[in-house]
């Protein structure tokens, strides 16, 4: 197990960042992914737009996971429609 930071970013409409939240936590729970701290940033302006959206629902979260399953949620998750953009990265501290 190694740890990493995800973060995602997820549509402003609070309806879409519950629904791809629990999508994630979802995926998530299936791959025995362990949480260590979760951190919702709020909504703020994106500095482009994302699918024609100007805001984004921000949120952090630090896992503990097997490397061979990251490259799994990077392929799933870009399938989820209420995620507009995601960011795994390594920690290695």
């Known amino acids: 197990m190694r740890?990493?930071?995800?973060?995602?970013?997820?549509?402003?409409?609070?309806?879409?960042?519950?629904?791809?939240?629990?999508?994630?936590?979802?995926?998530?729970?299936?791959?025995?992914?362990?949480?260590?701290?979760?951190?919702?940033?709020?909504i703020r302006n994106l500095a482009y737009p994302i699918r024609k959206q100007d805001k984004g629902h921000y949120y952090y979260l630090e896992i503990n996971a097997d490397p061979s399953v990251i490259n799994g949620f990077n392929n799933s998750f870009k399938l989820m429609t209420p995620l507009l953009k995601f960011l795994f990265v390594l920690n290695d501290n």
């Open 3 to 42: 740890k990493y930071e995800f973060t995602v970013i997820f549509d402003a409409n609070e309806e879409e960042t519950a629904k791809g939240l629990e999508l994630i936590l979802a995926e998530f729970n299936t791959a025995q992914v362990e949480i260590t701290k979760q951190d919702d940033m709020g």
